[in-house]
């Protein structure tokens, strides 16, 4: 075994322990030699190269007819009060009941009659008020879904202790229980597995378990929350074509609430408001980031066609405001799209020549503030002056921590302007634990780097 091998296999072990012994993968000895690496494949599927064609352009709008449009007229003329209703669905899988918003009421109006001698005005219907929140805000439930600004978990589904390759602390129920309304997650295949998982660009690295199991959690939390919109943002890491998954999607049942475009692209005037996808019975949203195909599958919306991201993995505190994919886009078009802002700082680690961006934890809490330099709350105020709007996703690691707990939240509140007063965050941790949990990382990279230096 020569010593570039032996390095190599130190290395690899180090990163990945942690991850191969929470799935119960074999750590074994080489050569009677104390290097711990990883067995196992790579699982490789359908496409072994990126393809050159990833990014969609339409010179004409495509009519997909295949959304609700009564309701829109009804709501055209209806002011917003709230009537709860009781519902129960049925499926092959389950039965569930939910109270879901209703809204009734009347535009006011004035009429007058009038002759030479007398006039008359009839005093308008009183208008109420809504005071039921869609997505946690009343204030939303007017809104159209391209005029909101969510908090967004980047790589929701990757939650572990003690790992370098986690995004978050906190599970997707929780992440939803607090106020996350976005959610993101990369796709790829696992070894002898023929259902696709959540994984962090390799299996090998982290293994989230087979998309199922995810989207199926998150079914049951939109199930059991009738005034929630949630979005889902599919990375398709393997650059496989939709029908490889669409199969499992539809196992879930989530399909049974998937919003369906009236076009595409949809421009920032096409998106309903939030009542309107609660009223209809449309309150998730589902992007891929690559090879959707909406003609088949309209409700698989393709993310670079209707929505723009500022750089990925940024390692810049300054966090520019700039268009990165779809690469090219010129700003004219870009102002009709929404846009989504990432905000997940990453410290760079330069191992062999490869550089290997991990969360930077040691500074999660100002990255995460609503205030101040290298802030959230910061960023989404630049992205306002330089956009003219703001952001529709901040997309963030840990969304838990900050300082305090929730200031993400707090951020996107204050360009929706709106007051948020919620409690945060899932299973409270302590001053000392997320300390300890912001120290792991740094200290497992130099673990790593001196493990590897001594075995020159």
């Known amino acids: 075994m020569t010593s570039l091998t032996r390095r190599l296999g130190c290395l690899l072990g180090v990163l990945s322990l942690g991850t191969s012994l929470a799935h119960g993968q074999a750590i074994t000895t080489v050569n009677g030699e104390e290097v711990t690496m990883l067995t196992g494949t790579k699982a490789e599927h359908t496409t072994s190269s990126i393809p050159t064609n990833l990014y969609q352009t339409y010179t004409t709008r495509i009519t997909l007819g295949t959304t609700t449009d009564t309701a829109s007229s009804i709501l055209a003329s209806v002011s917003g009060n709230v009537t709860d209703v009781e519902l129960t669905s049925t499926s092959a899988s389950e039965t569930s009941s939910a109270t879901l918003s209703y809204l009734t009421g009347t535009n006011s109006h004035s009429t007058s009659t009038s002759n030479a001698t007398a006039s008359s005005t009839e005093s308008p219907q009183p208008v109420p008020t809504n005071t039921r929140p869609c997505n946690n805000y009343p204030e939303f439930c007017d ?58 660009t390799t299996c090998d690295l982290f293994d989230a378990g087979p998309i199922t199991e995810w989207l199926t959690t998150v079914k049951d939390w939109v199930v059991a929350h009738p005034y929630d919109v949630v979005t889902i943002l599919l990375g398709n890491g393997n650059y496989s074509t939709p029908d490889f998954y669409v199969p499992h999607i539809e196992k879930t049942g989530i399909l049974r609430y998937v919003y369906t475009p009236p076009v595409v692209p949809m421009t920032l005037d096409d998106w309903p408001t939030l009542s309107h996808m609660i009223l209809t019975g449309q309150r998730v949203v589902m992007f891929m980031d690559y090879m959707a195909n909406q003609t088949a599958y309209p409700w698989l919306l393709d993310e670079f066609t209707q929505m723009w991201e500022t750089p990925f993995d940024p390692v810049d505190q300054n966090f520019p405001c700039v268009v990165q994919r779809p690469p090219d886009l010129p700003a004219d078009q870009a102002k009709k799209r929404l846009y989504l802002m990432n905000h997940n700082l990453n410290g760079e680690a330069n191992l062999l020549g490869n550089v290997l961006n991990v969360p930077d934890l040691s500074r999660i809490n100002v990255t995460n503030s609503a205030e101040g330099f290298g802030s959230l709350g910061l960023a989404a105020n630049n992205c306002r002056s330089d956009w003219g709007r703001a952001p529709n996703v901040l997309n963030v690691d840990y969304y838990n921590m900050g300082d305090p707990p929730g200031s993400v939240f707090e951020a996107a509140a204050r360009v929706n302007n709106v007051t948020y007063n919620r409690k945060c965050c899932g299973v409270a941790a302590s001053s000392a634990e997320r300390i300890e949990a912001m120290l792991k990382v740094p200290l497992t990279l130099g673990l790593m780097w001196a493990a590897f230096w001594s075995l020159v």
């Open 143 to 200: 809104r159209k879904y391209s005029n909101i600004t969510e908090v967004g978990c980047h790589n929701s589904p990757f939650v572990r202790a003690n790992s370098a390759a986690a995004n978050q602390q906190l599970g997707v129920v929780d992440q939803l229980d607090d106020g996350v309304r976005f959610l993101q997650a990369q796709i790829q295949w696992a070894a002898n597995d023929s259902v696709p998982h959540f994984c962090h």
